[in-house]
């Protein structure tokens, strides 16, 4: 017979429910503190990965997932620095897929020679002629600015030599040929016979099977996706570089405060896109690692060249004295970065640090714009990417320092969507933004940024003699006297024209629990976490 | 009126049913008005697929595969005649069908409005008539100063300030990592909801997990829509505790505590049950913040990361369906009016 139902017994069950829920509250964190002790590795990360496909830069976690779930033919080699901390090592390459390669004197035939023994997640092999099929994959598919870019416009340009040999003939030296076309996104590894088997008439690369399916090539597998919660992954069976973790949980936290206070307390042991304000509580609290390394990614002021006063240089160099560098450097970035001084960004290969005169001087600021004939009350509208901490408070500084010069700044807070939108319709007048070469090689950040159809010269930048400067330094090879010769006269004319204002360049911080070891710090500073392991 | 019981059932069925149809044109309508508003919003997907290292035809590949170059009114037509079977479109974001984002992300969002309703409807409506029934005294005081608080706490600063208590500092609740714990496997899918999916399959971890993960946004949730609710029963009750019957029943030598429960009360909830409604969608739809503090996968945080990144289809999606839930909830309330006050005529 059912109990009456009293208003104390209610009372009595409900709080039995709330108790019960809070004493598990209180457990849940033991059996995470034994399942650590595994080689389980919990990782907080920001958002859900938007697709499997690789040739889609959807962001930093899917770069993330990519590193696990496909794998390339080769990575940067590894070094250590002073502090046993280890990071990339741009004059050694580390073996993957390949287990050796060549490149020919003139730098447009690569060889590669593969692991026998790879194979992809379901037992089909990686052999030479899989790789050719997945790099014409993406070239079919329009997936990769980055092989075009690299040198290999088409599939035909990939020969199999044999089972285990592959070449690619290059149709001009690139400077980072190697790197470009083995190791970037677009050397991914994907099962191209499979995905074919998914095309359609609407969809004849088989592009929508791949958003949420894949079969992987990379050391770990999809184990279960609970959209827009998290994601578990388990060592590939067939992976022909046996990894140490059992398994890697990618929990998304959304709120970077969140995911803080869970790695402080040991709940997640590696955590991605911690606010930098926090870094500095986090170096003492217990338990928990902080590393930071000096990174390529570059903070700027850019102006458009299309319209005045932002093309008069006396306005440009204005701007140039106006910037307010090292409260930036103290204010926004909490002191964890480093003074740029260039048109490229610090640490990377070419970059020339003294041609850049600018030093924060109102005075002089004052002189440059009256020279520019600015009218009194000149008011600049500009975007700023809601959320971010670095723009926000970059630009607001901005603003207070050219309040003093009587310019006014609108600030238009949006969405990041809808600013690179601006950005790259080339509709902004003024704005802060940052780039970060995947290759760190300034080259590289010329193709992309300098030349006048480069997909990110938002501000219309154009000066013929720079211009054939950096063409010729793409193809001539990364190190050579000439090449550096080159790239020194490219800044001196670029800085020269305030081609941008350079403000400064971030370090890169990644937080883990103590116990977190092996993790590698690499140029696009997207972590390999089946390097990791559980100490 | 209706003269039989049988007549009053046949107008409320009917009443029902004009409702339900005047939802169709409202749908329709919405619709178009949400697509042109979403279009209208600057910013290029296929750029955000892309990211920085792209070029002008692999930019030119995607937006004619993401049909970006159809005119307008051809994208509405398509969008417009996906709706009518069922298909609200895809997500870029996720690779998803947007209904079936909205099927998962529902039942997390219904779990959490409905638990945080619950709470706020038992803590809410006692105060406004503990506190309306003891005028001027440290209770009446105490449930108008929880009213203010409430409504003007941010609720994204009241579920930090649980979170840094209760599990960072005290550490007696769950890590705010999401439905349930990292290394405890989900329930079989039944109803989507973790509490009543790990009920139904006797699975008690998953009770245990999904409830202590629950407890902190609920609180944070029912806290302040609490407030609210208690804000307008004291109003309500000080109203009807000033009328006429009430003060005839006080002379007729009728109980102060049947006064206040059992004729007061029912007069006073009205408005309340209104007011309930309105929070009821709300809670549902639009608790985005509370989602992302505790990393809780509902409607609202899809919707709020697919606009930031210019995925519109959620939007248009996220929107349609909690309009949906609007108008059903209101017809529930407008029926709900007739059950309180049989003089109130659905008709």
């Keep these: 017979m059912p109990q009456e139902v009293t208003r104390r017994r209610f009372m009595f069950q409900t709080l039995g429910v709330l108790g019960g829920a809070t004493v598990s509250g209180n457990l849940l964190p033991l059996l995470a503190e034994a399942a650590k002790r595994k080689q389980v590795l919990r990782v907080a990360i920001e958002r859900d990965f938007e697709t499997l496909r690789p040739e889609l830069s959807a962001g930093d976690t899917a770069n993330l997932l990519r590193r696990l779930i496909y794998t390339t033919p080769i990575l940067w080699g590894t070094q250590q620095r002073p502090d046993g901390s280890l990071i990339y090592d741009m004059d050694r390459i580390e073996m993957g897929l390949a287990t050796a390669y060549k490149v020919s004197e003139d730098r447009q035939l690569i060889e590669f020679t593969l692991d026998s023994n790879a194979k992809f997640a379901n037992g089909d092999p990686i052999n030479a002629q899989a790789l050719k099929e997945s790099y014409a994959w993406f070239l079919n598919a329009k997936g990769s600015g980055q092989l075009r870019v690299n040198g290999l416009p088409s599939a035909d340009r990939i020969e199999v030599v044999d089972e285990v040999t592959v070449r690619l003939r290059l149709d001009r030296p690139v400077a980072w040929g190697l790197i470009g076309n083995a190791l970037l996104s677009s050397s991914s590894i994907v099962h191209a016979q499979e995905i074919m088997k998914h095309a359609t008439a609407d969809d004849p690369y088989g592009t929508k099977w791949l958003e949420t399916k894949t079969i992987e090539s990379g050391p770990f597998v999809i184990e279960t996706w609970q959209k827009g919660a998290m994601m578990s992954l388990v060592p590939n069976p067939h992976a022909f570089q046996p990894a140490k973790l059992e398994r890697i949980i990618l929990q998304i936290i959304p709120d970077a405060s969140t995911r803080r206070i869970v790695l402080e307390r040991g709940d997640i042991d590696f955590a991605v896109q911690i606010a930098t304000k926090d870094i500095p509580d986090l170096r003492k609290a217990s338990g928990v690692k902080v590393l930071s390394y000096p990174s390529a990614r570059g903070w700027w002021l850019g102006m458009t060249w299309n319209k005045a006063p932002f093309n008069n240089i006396h306005f440009r160099r204005a701007m140039a004295w106006a910037m307010p560098y090292e409260t930036l450097m103290q204010v926004v970035t909490h002191g964890l970065a480093e003074r740029s001084r260039s048109c490229v960004p610090n640490n990377v290969s070419g970059y020339v640090g003294d041609l850049w005169p600018y030093e924060t001087n109102l005075e002089k600021a004052r002189e440059e714009l009256a020279q520019a004939q600015v009218p009194e009350g000149f008011t600049v509208t500009i975007p700023v990417y809601a959320g971010d901490l670095f723009d926000e408070e970059a630009t607001v500084l901005i603003k207070e320092s050219l309040a003093k010069l009587g310019i006014t700044l609108t600030l238009q807070k949006m969405p990041i969507g809808q600013k690179r939108t601006l950005l790259t319709k080339k509709q902004v007048d003024m704005a802060v933004y940052d780039w970060r070469p995947w290759v760190p090689d300034a080259g590289y950040f010329i193709y992309w940024n300098w030349l006048p159809d480069s997909f990110t010269n938002y501000w219309n930048y154009l000066n013929p003699e720079a211009q054939v400067l950096g063409n010729e330094a793409i193809t001539m090879a990364i190190g050579s006297p000439e090449r550096q010769a080159k790239l020194r006269r490219f800044q001196e004319i670029v800085n020269g024209d305030i081609g941008l204002v350079p403000l400064f360049t971030q370090f890169d911080n990644l937080v883990m629990r103590e116990h977190v070891q092996g993790y590698v710090y690499y140029p696009d500073a997207i972590p390999v976490l089946a390097k990791l392991s559980i100490g | ?347």
Aim: neutral net charge.
């Design chain 2, 1 to 347: 009126m209706p003269d039989s019981p049988q007549g009053e059932v046949m107008e409320i069925i009917s009443y029902v049913a004009r409702r339900l149809a005047t939802i169709i044109p409202t749908l329709l309508g919405a619709s178009m008005v949400i697509f042109v508003l979403t279009m209208l919003i600057p910013g290029d997907p296929a750029l955000m697929r892309l990211g920085n290292f792209a070029t002008a035809e692999q930019l030119q590949s995607l937006h004619e595969e993401m049909g970006l170059t159809k005119p307008l009114y051809e994208r509405y037509m398509l969008y417009l005649g996906g709706l009518l079977r069922g298909d609200m479109g895809r997500s870029w974001r996720t690779g998803n069908l947007v209904l079936d984002d909205l099927r998962a992300r529902l039942p997390m969002s219904i779990e959490l409005g409905v638990c945080s309703m619950l709470l706020a409807i038992a803590i809410g409506i006692p105060v406004g008539v503990w506190s309306a029934a003891s005028k001027d005294s440290v209770i009446d005081y105490s449930g108008k100063a929880y009213g203010i608080l409430g409504v003007a706490m941010p609720l994204f600063w009241g579920g930090l300030v649980l979170v840094y208590v209760f599990y960072f500092k005290l550490g007696i609740a769950p890590a705010p990592t999401g439905r349930i714990d990292m290394l405890v496997s989900p329930p079989t899918h039944i109803t989507g909801s973790y509490l009543l999916d790990g009920l139904l399959t006797g699975d008690l971890e998953v009770v245990m997990s999904s409830a202590a993960h629950l407890v902190l946004p609920v609180i944070t949730l029912a806290f302040v829509t609490g407030a609210s609710i208690a804000r307008m029963t004291y109003t309500s009750m000080r109203k009807v505790l000033a009328s006429q019957f009430i003060l005839v029943s006080h002379a007729y030598g009728v109980s102060p505590r049947a006064i206040v429960y059992k004729f007061a009360l029912k007069n006073a909830l009205m408005p309340v049950v209104t007011l309930i409604g309105l929070q009821v969608g709300f809670l549902i739809g639009g608790v985005v913040l509370v989602e992302v503090v505790f990393s809780l996968p509902g409607i609202g945080r899809y919707a709020v990361e697919s606009l930031l990144v210019n995925d519109f289809a959620p939007v248009q999606g996220f929107v349609l369906l909690v309009l949906v839930v609007y108008l059903l909830v209101n017809l529930l309330v407008d029926l709900l009016y007739g059950v309180l006050n049989p003089q109130v005529h659905n008709g």
